[in-house]
C-alpha cells in the first residue's frame, strides 16, 4: 500500500451529524485525529493541507461494527461451507471503520489466535480493530487459557463472544457456567478498563434470555456486562429483548438478519425492530446494531439439518440505515447513534470512538442525498472515494 504522507486535511461545508446535528461546518483533520471543528476554519499556514468543499453533503461517524466475522464463520454444513475472511475494502466499501471481530459456531477449525493476527492485519491496513475471546461453546477456546486473563493481557481482546445461548449449536452449558462466565468477563473488565462485554448470540431456543434475566435478578452482574445479539430474530426473542433493554439492558439487532433471505422469514426488519423498540419504551442509548458480516446465514430444516448457507454482508448496515431515517421516520441522529455513538459506549470505547469531536478519532462517513456512501475516512485517511476504495488490503488486486 502507498502512504499518505499528506498530514492536515480540511472538509468544507460539511452538513455534520456528529451525532447531534452541527449544522454545516469544517473539519479539519490532523494525522488520526480530529483537530478542530467550526465555521470557517483557517488551514495551517505554510503546511501541506488538502482541502474538499463538501457542498452541504452529510457528514457522520464512521460506523462501529460491534459483531464481524473477520476470519470468516460458518461450517455447519461441512468444511466447504466455512465463509471466507474478510478484506479490507469489503469492510471499508460498507462504511465501517471499527471492527469487532470473533468467532463462532466453530471454535476448533478456527482459532482465537487467528482471530487475532486478522485484526492485527486490518490495523496495519488502515482501520481500528478489536477482538472478543472465545466462541459458541462453554468452556470456550481462549489465548491464555482463560477469559479473564485475555481480557486483563491481549490489548486487543475487549470481551467473550459469541457464546451461544438458546441454540442447537451451543454447548448447553447451564446457568452456573453462563454465570461464571459473565464474572470473568466483568473482573477482566475492572482490571483492565475495559469493557469486559459478553457478545452473546442469541438462537431460536424456547428459552430466550431467560437466563441473562436470572443472572440480572441476583443483583451482582449487572446488565450491561451482556451484549445479546440477534436480537430480532424471531418475534418472541424480540418482545423478551425489550422487556431486556426496558430494564436498562442493551438488545443487539442484527442488520444482516431480514424476513426477505431464506431461513429468516419469522424475523423482524432491523430497522423496523428499532422503531418498535423505541416505541415500547427502550432508551435510545440501550439500541445498538451490528451486521454478522462474514458469518453464515444457514438455512436449516424442521429437523436442523442444514439446506442452505449464505454470507453475512457489512453493507446491510448503510442498508438499515437509511431504512431507519426514510421508511421508519427515526431522526438522523438517532438513527446514527444506533450505529455509531451508543456501540463505542457500550465497547467502551468512547473515548476515541463513535463521536465527531475534537480530539476523537478521524473516522467519517460521506453519505449522498439517498444514504448512499461516497466518501470514507479511517483514522484521518481516506480509504473510499466517490464511491470506489482508494486503499485495498495487502491482498486485494
Same mark, same amino acid.
Given at each position: 500500500?502507498?502512504?499518505?504522507?499528506?498530514?492536515?486535511?480540511?472538509?468544507?461545508?460539511?452538513?455534520?451529524?456528529?451525532?447531534?446535528?452541527?449544522?454545516?461546518?469544517?473539519?479539519?483533520?490532523?494525522?488520526?485525529?480530529?483537530?478542530?471543528?467550526?465555521?470557517?476554519?483557517?488551514?495551517?499556514?505554510?503546511?501541506?493541507?488538502?482541502?474538499?468543499?463538501?457542498?452541504?453533503?452529510?457528514?457522520?461517524?464512521?460506523?462501529?461494527?460491534?459483531?464481524?466475522?473477520?476470519?470468516?464463520?460458518?461450517?455447519?454444513?461441512?468444511?466447504?461451507?466455512?465463509?471466507?475472511?474478510?478484506?479490507?475494502?469489503? +469492510?471499508?466499501?460498507?462504511?465501517?471503520?471499527?471492527?469487532?471481530?470473533?468467532?463462532?459456531?466453530?471454535?476448533?477449525?478456527?482459532?482465537?489466535?487467528?482471530?487475532?493476527?486478522?485484526?492485527?492485519?486490518?490495523?496495519?491496513?488502515?482501520?481500528?480493530?478489536?477482538?472478543?475471546?472465545?466462541?459458541?461453546?462453554?468452556?470456550?477456546?481462549?489465548? /491464555?487459557?482463560?477469559?479473564?486473563?485475555?481480557?486483563?493481557?491481549?490489548?486487543?481482546?475487549?470481551?467473550?463472544?459469541?457464546?451461544?445461548?438458546?441454540?442447537?449449536?451451543?454447548?448447553?452449558?447451564?446457568?452456573?457456567?453462563?454465570?461464571?462466565?459473565?464474572?470473568?468477563?466483568?473482573?477482566?473488565?475492572?482490571?483492565?478498563?475495559?469493557?469486559?462485554?459478553?457478545?452473546?448470540?442469541?438462537?431460536?431456543?424456547?428459552?430466550?434470555?431467560?437466563?441473562?434475566?436470572?443472572?440480572?435478578?441476583?443483583?451482582?452482574?449487572?446488565?450491561?456486562?451482556?451484549?445479546?445479539?440477534?436480537?430480532?430474530?424471531?418475534?418472541?426473542?424480540?418482545?423478551?429483548?425489550?422487556?431486556?433493554?426496558?430494564?436498562?439492558?442493551?438488545?443487539?439487532? /442484527?442488520?444482516?438478519?431480514?424476513? %426477505?433471505?431464506?431461513?429468516?422469514?419469522?424475523?423482524?426488519?432491523p430497522a423496523e425492530a428499532v422503531r418498535e423498540a423505541l416505541a415500547a419504551g427502550v432508551p435510545l442509548? %440501550?439500541?445498538?446494531?451490528?451486521?454478522?458480516?462474514?458469518?453464515?446465514?444457514?438455512?436449516?430444516?424442521?429437523?436442523?439439518?442444514?439446506?442452505?448457507?449464505?454470507?453475512?454482508?457489512?453493507?446491510?448496515?448503510?442498508?438499515?440505515?437509511?431504512?431507519?431515517?426514510?421508511?421508519?421516520? +427515526?431522526?438522523?441522529?438517532?438513527?446514527?447513534?444506533?450505529? /455509531?455513538? %451508543?456501540?463505542?459506549?457500550?465497547?467502551?470505547?468512547?473515548?476515541?470512538?463513535?463521536?465527531?469531536?475534537?480530539?476523537?478519532?478521524?473516522?467519517?462517513?460521506?453519505?449522498?442525498?439517498?444514504?448512499?456512501?461516497?466518501?470514507?475516512?479511517?483514522?484521518?485517511?481516506?480509504?473510499?472515494?466517490?464511491?470506489?476504495?482508494?486503499?485495498?488490503? /495487502?491482498?486485494?488486486?
Amino acid at each position: 500500500m502507498k502512504a499518505d504522507t499528506r498530514f492536515f486535511t480540511c472538509l468544507r461545508h460539511a452538513r455534520v451529524y456528529a451525532p447531534e446535528d452541527l449544522g454545516v461546518v469544517d473539519l479539519l483533520l490532523a494525522g488520526e485525529k480530529i483537530a478542530c471543528i467550526g465555521e470557517n476554519l483557517e488551514t495551517p499556514v505554510g503546511l501541506d493541507c488538502e482541502e474538499i468543499d463538501l457542498q452541504g453533503a452529510l457528514v457522520m461517524p464512521g460506523m462501529i461494527d460491534g459483531h464481524v466475522h473477520i476470519t470468516g464463520g460458518g461450517g455447519e454444513g461441512g468444511y466447504h461451507t466455512r465463509t471466507p475472511e474478510l478484506m479490507l475494502s469489503q +469492510i471499508t466499501m460498507a462504511g465501517v471503520t471499527t471492527v469487532c471481530g470473533l468467532l463462532g459456531t466453530d471454535g476448533t477449525t478456527r482459532s482465537v489466535i487467528n482471530l487475532l493476527a486478522k485484526a492485527r492485519a486490518l490495523e496495519t491496513e488502515g482501520i481500528t480493530s478489536y477482538i472478543y475471546t472465545g466462541a459458541y461453546e462453554l468452556p470456550t477456546p481462549t489465548l /491464555t487459557g482463560s477469559v479473564r486473563r485475555d481480557i486483563v493481557v491481549i490489548d486487543k481482546v475487549i470481551g467473550a463472544g459469541e457464546i451461544a445461548m438458546s441454540d442447537h449449536r451451543s454447548g448447553q452449558p447451564s446457568y452456573e457456567e453462563y454465570r461464571k462466565l459473565a464474572a470473568e468477563a466483568r473482573v477482566g473488565g475492572m482490571i483492565s478498563g475495559k469493557a469486559g462485554v459478553i457478545n452473546m448470540h442469541l438462537g431460536d431456543g424456547k428459552r430466550g434470555i431467560q437466563y441473562l434475566f436470572d443472572i440480572a435478578a441476583e443483583g451482582e452482574i449487572p446488565r450491561s456486562q451482556f451484549l445479546p445479539t440477534h436480537a430480532n430474530r424471531n418475534r418472541p426473542l424480540f418482545e423478551q429483548c425489550i422487556k431486556w433493554g426496558k430494564d436498562g439492558g442493551f438488545l443487539d439487532i /442484527t442488520s444482516g438478519i431480514n424476513p %426477505n433471505d431464506p431461513g429468516s422469514e419469522i424475523c423482524v426488519k432491523p430497522a423496523e425492530a428499532v422503531r418498535e423498540a423505541l416505541a415500547a419504551g427502550v432508551p435510545l442509548k %440501550n439500541i445498538t446494531m451490528s451486521s454478522d458480516g462474514g458469518g453464515s446465514m444457514p438455512v436449516f430444516d424442521e429437523e436442523g439439518n442444514p439446506v442452505g448457507v449464505g454470507v453475512g454482508d457489512e453493507k446491510t448496515m448503510l442498508t438499515e440505515l437509511r431504512d431507519m431515517i426514510v421508511e421508519e421516520n +427515526i431522526p438522523r441522529e438517532k438513527a446514527i447513534a444506533i450505529v /455509531t455513538l %451508543n456501540v463505542a459506549n457500550a465497547l467502551k470505547l468512547h473515548d476515541r470512538k463513535g463521536r465527531l469531536a475534537v480530539g476523537m478519532d478521524a473516522d467519517l462517513l460521506v453519505l449522498h442525498d439517498d444514504y448512499t456512501l461516497c466518501d470514507v475516512w479511517a483514522r484521518g485517511r481516506q480509504m473510499v472515494q466517490e464511491g470506489r476504495p482508494v486503499v485495498k488490503g /495487502t491482498f486485494e488486486s
